[in-house]
């Protein structure tokens, strides 16, 4: 049988102690050349030796993050003058065609109903005659006139409310 004797795991020991002395002196010595560049950077940022210094690289990150901030709070502005001048347009529109006389023609009369978001805006009709064709314009507040609106009209209007929802 292989048996220890008291020298064996005393050399054995010594040697595992040797090991990790080594192993830890290798990592020390990588640790201390790691802060030492650290030191050097540091130092360097402080002193003014690089191309600029700690107070100079704070000073510029600030004034960039007040730029930043100027230019978002003006962006914020045009986004609310662009909200409120979108709500102005008169971009919903319907068109509703119909026979103003049941014994003549087809659909060539019409009625436009032009609306914003407030429902401001107009209605435009066009009755056609075999003779004569008349043109007719109504103004719009709240989706209705201070004139009387035909079915058709009221029905333009309808058609260019759903264009906003």
């Known amino acids: ?31 201390s050349r790691n ?5 050097y950077l540091f130092q360097q940022l402080q002193s003014g030796d690089a ?9 510029r990150l600030i004034e960039r993050v007040e730029q930043t901030e100027q230019i978002q709070h003006t962006l914020a502005q ?3 003058l ?18 103003a006389f049941a014994n003549e023609g087809s ?15 107009f209605v435009l009709t066009s009755i056609y005659g075999r003779d004569e064709s008349r043109v007719y314009a109504k103004p719009l507040e709240k989706g209705d006139s201070i004139y009387n609106l035909t079915n058709e009209e009221k029905q333009a209007i309808l058609e260019a409310r759903k264009v906003l929802s």
């Open 1 to 31: 049988m292989n048996t220890w004797s008291e020298s064996d795991i005393l050399y054995f020991i010594i040697g595992i102690q040797a090991f990790i002395t080594i192993v830890c002196f290798i990592w020390l010595s990588r640790l």
């Open 35 to 39: 802060l030492n560049r650290i030191k």
């Open 51 to 59: 191309k600029e210094n700690l107070p100079q690289v704070l000073e």
């Open 78 to 80: 045009r986004i609310g």
């Open 82 to 99: 662009t909200d409120q001048t979108l709500k102005q347009l008169k971009g919903n529109v319907a068109v509703v065609r119909f026979n």
């Open 107 to 121: 659909d060539l009369s019409f009625s436009i109903a032009v609306i914003d978001d407030e429902q401001t805006g």
